[in-house]
């Protein structure tokens, strides 16, 4: 590992995550949109591996990339009566537009006034083992944290499954 | 050597494997279905009908490529590429002896299904650009399966991953090194307590290698080709070569987790370093024989059968399997950490 992440890699990877965003955004075909997301989701995945995280990028690309592939299936599934209706038109709503300047305006002043802290990156990177004994053992002191999330998933897993039933609960 | 240069050498014979590897497996599919259907196969263009592949790859090469006028342009020129690269991808963790491999990955079982697992959104995306109600049932069934197959298949190799703490896969393979009481090797499935996850593997591994029982994607009888319909040339050969590549990840997988990797039983180290490719290959294709054999007997089944099966039977099912495992290593203090 040496003083920073490589520059050139970085620009490639930022650039590919940035664009991908910018183009889900701007493309009216909600398939297309789909696809620039898992591209995005993809390049964020490239840039956890830039920072050595591979084991959060390998879950990254998992979960989000993969969630993709549901979105795809509920789009095509749920608003597709023909493939021209892939293609949202252009509508403008005063009130969205509104909500969206605020969040750019609250986000610009909190990104411009953060003060990011330097920290320099690891001589050896944290590997995959390393997080294990962080969050599996009793020395690693995250146990009980990781323990308390996982049954709160739980609970929201079996709450869903549990709604999703029908008429003939009581 | 440079490291840059020996890693580009590594991902060149990754590909050059994988190439040699999908001519094989196809004379290796058509003379075991031929033989499993009791007719011949290919024999009349040279020995055995050998260079019947290779002229294949040649007519394939050098046909018309057909763009339909109504496919997603864009999205149909990448859907190949997007289905070849993660089978390619997929190479880079897989053990072939102590020393042959592309990457040594703390995470290479992770890796690899993951990877694996970005092949079903390339699939999606020729079903979607073919503009072609056939393509589209083809791409969406393969997405389907996919993601119900993903759970089961992610919670089946678990087992071996509590067992070894680790999830490379070289040491996976090391762990399986030995014999019980100099009679059995210590591979994994002579072990009782991994047949259960061993069994659920196999079942939701057939998914990855998309051929029947389990070909809902391309089903020729329902959908004409699937997701390939509309495909002609060598963008069909990428999609043909990608499926013959997961069938040999997928065995990979297999003979390394359950089946002790590159090691044999009662064969000293140093008689078995320079042999370890040979057995590992010969292992993975002994694993994709018996996936052909699976192929050639079982009929297709029903997509909501396919569907429900692994809601409602094969997820429960590893997850109860994980619970009583974990408890079986903890209380018998059977778990072996390497490393």
Do not use: C
């Amino acid at each position: 590992m040496g003083e920073s992440v490589n520059t050139l890699a970085f620009l490639v990877m930022a650039l590919a995550a940035i664009g991908g965003a910018v183009g889900m955004l701007t493309s009216r075909n909600i398939m297309y949109a789909a696809f620039w997301l898992l591209w995005t989701m993809l390049s964020v995945g490239g840039l956890y591996l830039l920072l050595s995280a591979e084991f959060l990028a390998l879950i990254q690309v998992m979960v989000y990339a993969g969630a993709v592939s549901v979105l795809m299936l509920f789009v095509i599934m749920l608003t597709l009566r023909r493939r021209e209706d892939a293609v949202r038109s252009l509508d403008f709503s005063p009130s969205a537009a509104l909500l969206a300047a605020v969040f750019l305006g609250i986000m610009y002043y909190g990104i411009s006034n953060a003060t990011f802290p330097e920290v320099a990156l690891l001589a050896e990177a944290p590997n995959t083992a390393d997080l294990g004994v962080v969050l599996f053992t009793m020395e690693g002191g995250w146990l009980l944290p990781f323990e308390i999330s996982a049954l709160v998933l739980l609970a929201a897993m079996v709450a869903a499954v549990w709604w999703t039933k029908g008429q003939d609960r009581r | 050597m440079s490291p840059e240069l020996a890693s580009l050498l590594r991902i060149l014979a990754a590909v050059g494997l994988m190439l040699m590897n999908g001519v094989i497996l196809i004379y290796m599919l058509r003379r075991v279905l031929g033989r499993l259907h009791q007719r011949l196969g290919p024999v009349h263009v040279g020995p055995q009908g050998l260079l019947q592949t290779p002229m294949d790859v040649l007519k394939l090469l050098t046909k018309e490529d057909i763009t339909p006028t109504n496919v997603d342009k864009a999205l149909y020129f990448i859907a190949p590429a997007a289905v070849f690269t993660p089978s390619l991808m997929a190479y880079a963790a897989i053990p072939f002896s102590p020393t042959w491999m592309v990457t040594d990955l703390d995470t290479g079982l992770l890796y690899t299904l993951v990877v694996m697992s970005l092949v079903s959104m390339g699939l999606l995306m020729a079903g979607w650009a073919s503009a072609n109600k056939w393509s589209l049932i083809g791409g969406m069934r393969s997405v389907g399966q996919h993601i119900a197959y993903e759970i089961p298949l992610l919670l089946s190799v678990l087992p071996v991953v509590m067992y070894v703490g680790t999830l490379n896969l070289s040491s996976i393979v090391e762990a399986q090194s030995g014999t019980w009481l100099g009679i059995l090797p210590q591979w994994f499935i002579t072990n009782p307590l991994f047949w259960p996850a061993f069994i659920i593997f196999i079942v939701s591994a057939l998914i990855k290698v998309n051929q029947t029982p389990f070909d809902m994607s391309e089903a020729e009888s329902e959908l004409v080709a699937g997701f390939a319909t509309e495909y002609s040339s060598m963008k069909f050969g990428l999609f043909f070569l990608s499926e013959f590549s997961n069938s040999f990840i997928v065995s990979a997988l297999a003979v390394t987790l359950f089946f002790g990797g590159w090691t044999l039983p009662f064969v000293p180290d140093e008689v078995l370093a320079p042999i370890a490719p040979v057995v590992f290959m010969l292992k993975v294709y002994v694993g994709i024989f018996v996936l052909m054999w699976i192929r050639g007997t079982l009929p297709r089944v029903r997509m909501d059968h396919l569907m429900q099966f692994a809601w409602k039977i094969l997820i429960p099912a590893v997850l109860t399997w994980i619970l009583v495992f974990g408890f079986i290593i903890k209380l018998f203090d059977l778990g072996r950490p390497v490393g």
